[in-house]
């Protein structure tokens, strides 16, 4: 299927690895223009030049933490009008929610709702003159069914999602859609990461630990970020118009509910 936005041009945020890269990949392979951000100069380039090998499309960068103001400004600096829009950040890290102060959740805020917000802001205008937009919100299959552990990431995300159900309404009739894509567990640097602590309480190595938790799931594996960059790719393409304020969930079948 031709996704009809080729010529198009996108910001996608923490693009240097797992879910930001795989998304740029696969806009890339559709023929658009993709400008990526990441705190990493090095693994940055590293993605951009791999990305133009593959595709061929003109890809710039922009090196910055997306969740300050001057990283915004940066990426905004590169990519000042783009046609598509894919929100990103690392997750904050689980815990306790006795041990979080204040200072804890103004950084998830910070990350995970304000500036995807703030980006959207400063970018939608101008989507809505051009007739074309598609913003695409990385969040979390947590916002579905919320994780414990992770309460600084089910809060932030979850206040991100309540901003977008509403906005997204007011956009669509301008053919400009904002939804959100929610990952479960994905083949990622930062899946192994947050897998160690239960590796090492079940006296087991890393491998070991993921290939139990794969057996957990429905699919009996863990996504490939390719399989997810194809959706956002369809979320993003001129046959999505009719598709705004949605929460995909790609998670392989673990949340049981049925709505």
Request: hydrophobic share 45%; aromatic share 4%.
């Amino acid at each position: 299927m031709d996704l009809g936005i080729a010529g198009r041009r996108a910001l996608v945020c923490a693009a240097s690895k797992g879910l930001g890269k795989a998304c740029a990949l696969a806009l890339a392979r559709e023929g658009v223009d993709v400008t990526l951000t990441a705190r990493s100069a090095d693994a940055l380039e590293a993605a951009a030049a791999e990305i133009r090998a593959a595709t061929g499309v003109t890809v710039s960068t922009a090196v910055g933490d997306i969740a300050t103001e001057e990283g915004r400004a940066a990426a905004l600096a590169a990519c000042p009008a783009p046609d598509i829009l894919i929100n990103n950040a690392g997750g904050p890290p689980p815990g306790d929610f006795h041990d979080w102060e204040r200072e804890d959740w103004i950084r998830a805020l910070d990350a995970n709702m304000l500036a995807p917000i703030l980006l959207i802001k400063a970018t939608v205008d101008g989507m809505i003159e051009r007739r074309f937009g598609r913003i695409v919100n990385i969040t979390s299959a947590a916002v579905k069914a919320p994780i414990p552990i992770l309460g600084l990431s089910n809060g932030a995300r979850a206040g991100l999602t309540g901003f977008v159900a509403g906005l997204s309404r007011q956009t669509v009739r301008h053919n400009v859609t904002i939804n959100n894509l929610l990952p479960g567990p994905f083949e990622t640097d930062r899946l192994r990461k947050t897998m160690e602590g239960g590796a090492k309480a079940a006296g087991r190595s890393i491998d070991e630990e993921m290939e139990a938790r794969r057996q957990t799931n429905p699919s009996g594996r863990f996504g490939d970020p390719a399989e997810f960059g194809a959706a956002c790719a369809f979320l993003c393409s001129a046959h999505a118009g009719y598709m705004t304020g949605q929460n995909v969930l790609m998670d392989g079948g673990a949340y049981a509910g049925t709505l």
